[in-house]
């Protein structure tokens, strides 16, 4: 019912004694209330009149306002605390996912990635407000009205004994029932995100190939699935409401009945019975409280473990590369037996290479070869599953995934991500402090001379703004690189698979001086860029099938041969 984790959320801790001196407060409060009330019915039952039950009066008005008060301060602490942890915590996970890289939101979808930071995180807000307030309350005011009713007539107290615990069964056992529900609402739930982002991204595709109308209705499938998951848990919440409802009245009802039997002997007296009347339902009415909200409850614990998972996810970025690496005629990496295995089996095997120096390396291969998988090694979004690095011939280094390797690096992925800003910031991602020249200085190497001349660079691009074509895009990713001065490790993958070839041409010419001074990875299907390459690492299926210069290969290499041969088309 209650994450154990919940507590080790930072400030929580400490603001325990002030909730629960708080519930105290208001269990006392309630007992006041009764006892003034039940006072002031028990004079004027006595025929003394109203001005003698003034004081009484006066009173119970002043512990009901001293309830509400007590209460409205309470919730606006709690709404406070509950609003700041979720923003750290929002905070906090969007820190790691940006940590963690791409490869999470592949692992877990883009979709419910989102879901999970943004309605996740309110949910968990919904979730801590819930438990430091009506789980303290639960535990803590029926205590103190029972305390009091033994006080006043131990004998009702039994009635109040026996069906508690009676109570906190029925809710356990239905809680369990609800926790699983509830649990299967929340798979379906992230399901349906991601399969609705899934649908957003590629609703030209699905247009283009007539498959919209099925996906429409996959969609409607799945959310129908989560409509009848919610359903599912919402009947056994509602359940654990009634049950609770159905025995408190129960209870309230047999204490009244053996009240009314005593008092007609004359076994009690009105005002002692009068108050345990009172307080009967008061004390039933925190668990009450509770259930109606359990649902609330159950989806909060969810989302706080699917935000919880992605914190605790092991981020391995290490500390291994002293400090960012400026790549120099003398720098040198090695990559030895390096392997990356896909739970499905695929992946590349036992790369062994060694760059020294101020070089250009192709890495080619058909689709699938694993081109991608050893660029995204490079870059340290992923890691090796075995196999290390030798960075400028010091020890070895069994992840990429690395600080100062990435602020080292630039990379440019198959598709670029343009994000919703002003033209001039997206180019200068990675250098932020350039100058107005020295960006459009790189636009123009990059060729979108034309787009910053027409458009200037104040226009706003990426979502919301003016859409780029795939080739302006991934020209926008060339000039980011290029601008960065501080970065001269690139990393390209297909850097020019979304250009014609006339434009992939002209815009080649103006690439290659750019990447003399430079480390360079290539991942390439492109075979003019072949002989323009210090060294080809030539992959199939996940295997080196060679590596050395493009002639020595082309001389002595079948497999390259073949693939040259295939790639001449
Ligand atoms: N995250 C992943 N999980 C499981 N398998 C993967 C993953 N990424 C890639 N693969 C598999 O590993 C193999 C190599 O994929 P990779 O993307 O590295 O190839 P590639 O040579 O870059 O292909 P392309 O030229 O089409 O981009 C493929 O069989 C692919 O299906």
Redesign the pocket.
């Known amino acids: 019912m209650i994450d154990k984790a919940l507590f080790k959320l930072p400030g929580l801790r400490n603001k325990l004694p002030f909730i629960m001196v708080l519930a105290v407060l208001q269990a006392l409060v309630i007992i006041g209330q009764a006892y003034f009330i039940a006072q002031a019915l028990t004079t004027m039952w006595m025929g003394k009149g109203l001005k003698s039950a003034l004081v009484a009066i006066i009173g119970f008005f002043i512990c009901f306002f001293g309830r509400e008060v007590i209460n409205f301060f309470r919730l606006r602490f709690l709404d406070k605390f509950a609003y700041t942890i979720s923003i750290e915590l929002r905070a906090e996970l969007l820190n790691k996912v940006f940590k963690l890289g791409p490869t999470l939101a592949?692992e877990m979808g883009s979709g419910s990635l989102a879901t999970t930071a943004i309605t996740g995180i309110e949910d968990v807000e919904t979730y801590i407000k819930l438990v430091l307030s009506k789980v303290f309350n639960m535990v803590i005011v029926p205590m103190v009205i029972l305390l009091a009713v033994v006080i006043i007539d131990w004998r009702s107290s039994i009635v109040l004994i026996i069906t508690f615990p009676i109570s906190i069964v029925f809710m356990v056992l239905l809680g369990y029932a609800a926790e699983g529900r509830a649990s299967r609402q929340y798979e379906s739930y992230q399901i349906l995100s991601n399969h609705f982002l899934d649908s957003l991204r590629g609703i030209s595709t699905l247009k283009y190939f007539g498959r919209s109308k099925d996906y429409a209705n996959s969609i409607f499938h799945t959310s129908e699935r989560f409509r009848v998951a919610t359903m599912r848990t919402l009947s056994v919440a509602i359940l654990s409401t009634f049950a609770l409802d159905f025995f408190s009245t129960l209870s309230v009802a047999t204490m009244a009945l053996f009240l009314g039997l005593r008092l007609m002997s004359g076994e009690i007296l009105l005002f002692p019975a009068l108050m345990a009347l009172i307080l009967a339902p008061e004390y039933f009415l925190p668990l009450r409280e509770f259930a109606s909200d359990y649902h609330a409850t159950l989806n909060g614990k969810n989302s706080f473990q699917a935000v919880k998972a992605v914190l605790d996810t092991d981020e391995q970025l290490s500390t291994q590369v002293e400090k960012p690496v400026f790549w120099t005629e003398k720098s040198s990496l090695t990559l030895s037996e390096l392997t990356k295995a896909?739970?499905?089996g695929?992946?590349i095997n036992n790369v062994n290479v060694t760059i020294k120096g101020l070089q250009k390396v192709a890495i080619v291969?058909a689709?699938?070869?694993?081109?991608?998988?050893l660029l995204n090694m490079l870059s340290g979004f992923s890691n090796p599953t075995s196999g290390n690095y030798e960075l400028n011939g010091k020890s070895q280094i069994s992840t990429l995934n690395d600080e100062n390797w990435r602020r080292s690096v630039s990379f440019i992925p198959?598709n670029t991500y343009v994000f919703a800003g002003s033209l001039r910031d997206n180019l200068a991602f990675y250098e932020p402090t350039a100058t107005d020249e020295e960006i459009i200085d790189a636009a123009n190497q990059a060729g979108l001379t034309k787009l910053v001349e027409n458009l200037g660079l104040d226009v706003l691009i990426g979502a919301g703004g003016r859409t780029l074509s795939g080739g302006q895009m991934q020209r926008v990713a060339l000039a980011r690189a290029f601008l960065s001065k501080n970065r001269n490790i690139l990393l390209l993958d297909e850097p020019t698979a979304h250009l014609d070839i006339e434009t992939e041409l002209e815009i080649k010419e103006n690439i290659l001086p750019l990447l003399n001074d430079k480390l360079v990875f290539l991942?390439t299907?492109r075979l003019h860029w072949l002989p323009k390459m210090d060294l080809v690492i030539v992959?199939n299926e996940?295997e080196v099938q060679g590596i050395g210069t493009h002639e020595t290969l082309l001389a002595e290499n079948a497999y390259y041969q073949k693939l040259i041969a295939e790639m001449r088309g």
Not at 367 to 373: C, F, L, V, W, Y
């Open positions: 592949s896909y739970e499905n695929r992946g291969g689709s699938g070869s694993g081109k991608s998988t198959q991942a299907h992959l996940g």
